[in-house]
């Protein structure tokens, strides 16, 4: 199984930003404990703070994955370019939330990608990777 772990704009602070909702370790560190973890997986990495770059690795995803896990950042509230890109493509997508969105502003309970999204984990910190990596074996 191969899957691709894309993560949006401000995911490379994390460990920096906001400790308090999304916990002090670096998304890189907890990433090698996650091929750790889940050694029968060849797990992909990407980070952008661009929405064009994260639709062009969903879009290139779709030939050479069997599933992206999807932490759109602040891009799931207001990127239609990014849901459309998912409905595009055959590989299914999970969304994925550090903190429970929908106990965070008003503006954070939207989601244009959950639509297309084989299925959304929130609120579970990093462990929500974990979660949606689960969910596809």
Same mark, same amino acid.
């Given at each position: ?10 995911? =490379?602070?994390?460990?920096?930003? @906001? ?8 998304? @890189? ?6 091929q750790m973890r889940f050694k029968d997986v060849e797990l992909g990495y990407f980070q952008s703070n661009i929405e064009g770059e994260l639709i062009t690795k969903i879009q290139d995803a779709d030939e050479t994955f069997d599933g ?6 602040? /891009? ?23 903190? =429970?969105?929908?106990?965070? @502003? ?5 989601? /244009?990608?959950?639509? =297309? ?11 929500? /990777? ?8």
């Open positions: 199984m191969k899957l691709l772990i894309l993560n949006g704009p401000n995911l =490379n602070l994390l460990g920096k930003r @906001e400790p308090g909702i999304y916990g002090s370790q670096t998304f @890189e560190d907890f990433f090698s404990e996650l992206v896990i999807l932490n759109a950042g602040a /891009y799931t509230h207001t990127s239609i370019g990014i849901g459309d890109a998912i409905k595009a493509i055959d590989t299914p997508v999970v969304e994925v939330h550090i903190s =429970n969105t929908f106990g965070r @502003e008003e503006f954070r309970h939207q989601s /244009y990608i959950s639509p =297309n999204a084989k299925g959304v984990i929130l609120g579970f910190g990093l462990d929500s /990777y974990v979660l949606a990596i689960q969910s596809f074996l």
